[in-house]
Nanobody, 115 residues
Framework: QAQLVESGGGLVQPGGSLRLSCAASGLSLSFYAMAWYRQAPGMQRELVAR?????TYADSVKGRFTISRDNAKKTVYLQMSSLKPADTAVYYC???????????WGQGTQVTVSS
């Protein structure tokens, strides 16, 4: 049974930093593109960053967020800096198989940026 578990969310002041982690079990990250999405209240879920054959970022986080992965540790990270109130959302980890119709989601972790 594949599972993704996010951690590292919390309350941070504007301009602060957080690092989110996504621990995977039951799957080999080598076969998956890994991504972070976020969903703010009343908004659609949006892609924040994706690590696959290439790395992509939403325009709104370029230069502030960095996605990284350690396939051996089965963990994906999202380093977030210069955080803004607009970054407040539930952040979800996603695994998308490169060649099969397999996709998994974590349960989400809340990030709140507020003074």
């Amino acid at each position: 049974q594949a599972q993704l578990v996010e951690s590292g969310g919390g309350l941070v002041q504007p301009g602060g930093s957080l690092r989110l982690s996504c621990a995977a079990s039951g799957l080999s990250l080598s076969f998956y593109a890994m991504a972070w999405y976020r969903q703010a209240p009343g908004m659609q879920r949006e892609l924040v960053a994706r690590s696959g054959f290439s790395t992509t970022y939403a325009d709104s986080v370029k230069g502030r967020f960095t996605i990284s992965r350690d396939n051996a540790k089965k963990t994906v990270y999202l380093q977030m800096s210069s955080l803004k109130p607009a970054d407040t959302a539930v952040y979800y980890c996603n695994a998308d198989h490169y060649s099969l119709a397999l996709q998994y989601w974590g349960q989400g972790t809340q990030v709140t940026v507020s003074s």
